[in-house]
C-alpha cells in the first residue's frame, strides 16, 4: 500500500468515527436526534370580528390571525369570521365572555355601555398624546395592569385582551353640509361611538350609536344627517361618498383608539405557554403591520374620494376643535366622580404630561419640509 492509500484509509477512519461519534451524541441529548418542535396540543380558535364585510378593518384582523397562525406551526389555528357572522357586531364581547365564540377583533368602546372607563381605552379625553404614545402608555405606564383590573376584577369578565394598531386620528366625518362653527352642529343627527357620544351630545348633536354596516343605510333612511367612522379607506369601502360630499378631517373625539384583541380567558389559560405568548406577540407584530398599511391605504382612498368621486375634503374649523376640548372637561369632571375611571385618567394624564413635554421639544417642522418640496398646504 502506498504512502497516499495509507493516508486515505485513515482519513475515512476519522470520518466514520466522527460520524458515529456524533450520532452517540445525538442520541444521547436528543439535540440533533430531530428539530425542536412544538409538543403543544394542536388547538384551533374560532375568533369573530366587529366590522361589516366591506370593511379594511377585516384584513388588519386577518393580519393578525395569519400571524399567529405562522408562528404556530400547525399546532395553533386561528379561523377569522366577519361581523355578524356568530354575534351581532356589538355582541363579541359577550359571545367571548361566554365561550360562544373563543376571541374576538374589536374596539372597547363597542362595549362602554357596561362602563363608561372602557373607552378611555381608545376614544377618551385627549390630554396631548397620540395614539402610538397612548399605546406606549397601555404597554409600559400602566395601562395593561388598568386594563385587566377593569375587565376582570370590576367587571368579572372571563377575557383575556391584547391591543393593537394605534389608530392614526379619525376625522370629524361627513356631512351634507361644511362644518364651518360650533353652531353647525348642534341639532345634527350624528353617529359615533363611546365616549365621543357623549362629547357629541354636550355639544348639541342628537348621537346614534350604530355599527359600520348600519351607517348608510341610516343615512339613506334619514334616520341619521351625518356621521364619523373611522378613516377614507373604512369609509370608501362602505360607501360614505353616496350619501354625503362634504369630509371633515381633524378631530378630538376619538385620536387614539386602538383594536382589543380578546379571548375566552378559560380557554386562554389552557393552552401551551408558548401558544399563549404566540398570542400576545402576534398582537405586537400586527400592531406594526397594520399602522403601516394604513398609512398607504388611508392616504390612498382620501385622494381618490378627492379626485374620483369629487368629494369636498375640508379640515374642521380650530374653534370646533377648541370647543371640544373645553366640553371634554365638562366629561372629565363627570368621569372622574367615579374612583377607578379617575385613576386611569390621572395615570394618563401623568404619562402625556411626560412624553408630551419630550415630544413637542424634539418633534420637528415635518410640515416645513412637506411645504418646502410640494407646495404650501391650503390648510
Not at 436526534?33 to 375568533?47: D, F, G, Y
Not at 379617575?342 to 394618563?348: F, L
Request: charged content about 25%.
Amino acid at each position: 500500500m502506498t504512502t497516499q492509500d495509507e493516508k486515505t484509509v485513515a482519513a475515512r477512519k476519522s470520518r466514520r468515527g466522527f460520524l458515529r461519534a456524533g450520532a452517540a451524541a445525538a442520541v444521547a441529548g436528543g439535540a440533533l436526534a430531530m428539530p425542536n418542535i412544538s409538543r403543544a396540543q394542536t388547538v384551533a380558535l374560532k375568533i369573530q370580528g366587529s366590522w361589516g364585510a366591506k370593511d379594511v378593518f377585516n384584513e388588519m384582523a386577518q393580519d393578525y390571525i395569519d400571524r399567529a397562525n405562522a408562528m404556530g406551526g400547525g399546532r395553533l389555528k386561528l379561523d377569522y369570521l366577519i361581523g355578524g357572522a356568530v354575534v351581532h357586531p356589538f355582541s363579541v364581547q359577550d359571545a367571548t365572555h361566554k365561550g360562544v365564540i373563543d376571541g374576538a377583533h374589536t374596539v372597547p368602546v363597542y362595549w362602554y355601555g357596561k362602563h363608561k372607563a372602557a373607552s378611555l381605552f381608545g376614544s377618551g379625553p385627549v390630554f396631548g398624546a397620540n395614539a402610538n404614545q397612548q399605546m406606549g402608555w397601555f404597554h409600559n405606564g400602566g395601562g395593561k395592569a388598568l386594563f385587566k383590573e377593569l375587565v376582570q376584577d370590576i367587571l368579572k369578565l372571563n377575557i383575556v385582551s391584547f391591543f393593537a394598531m394605534p389608530m392614526p386620528t379619525q376625522p370629524l366625518g361627513w356631512f351634507k353640509k361644511e362644518i364651518k362653527s360650533v353652531a353647525d352642529i348642534k341639532g345634527l343627527k350624528y353617529r359615533t361611538v363611546g365616549l365621543a357620544a357623549d362629547l357629541f351630545q354636550a355639544m348639541g348633536a342628537a348621537v346614534s350609536q350604530l355599527p359600520g354596516g348600519e351607517i348608510v343605510p341610516a343615512m339613506e333612511r334619514g334616520r341619521i344627517d351625518a356621521f364619523e367612522f373611522n378613516n377614507p379607506t373604512s369609509d370608501r369601502r362602505f360607501g360614505a361618498q353616496d350619501v354625503a360630499k362634504i369630509y371633515m378631517m381633524g378631530s378630538h373625539h376619538q385620536a387614539m383608539e386602538f383594536f382589543e384583541i380578546m379571548f375566552n380567558k378559560g380557554k386562554f389559560d389552557a393552552l401551551a405557554k408558548e401558544q399563549q405568548a404566540i398570542l400576545q406577540y402576534a398582537a405586537e407584530a400586527a400592531s406594526s403591520a397594520n399602522e403601516w398599511k394604513a398609512y398607504d391605504y388611508y392616504s390612498t382612498d382620501l385622494q381618490e374620494l378627492i379626485n374620483k368621486d369629487k368629494v369636498q375634503v375640508k379640515r374642521t374649523p380650530k374653534d370646533v376643535l377648541d370647543f371640544q376640548i373645553k366640553t371634554w372637561d365638562q366629561l372629565v369632571a363627570k368621569l372622574a366622580e367615579d374612583a377607578y375611571t379617575k385613576k386611569v385618567m390621572d395615570s394618563q394624564k401623568a404619562w402625556a404630561k411626560r412624553v408630551g413635554f419630550y415630544h413637542f421639544f424634539n418633534e420637528t417642522d415635518y410640515r416645513g419640509a412637506y411645504e418646502h418640496h410640494f407646495g404650501k398646504l391650503p390648510i
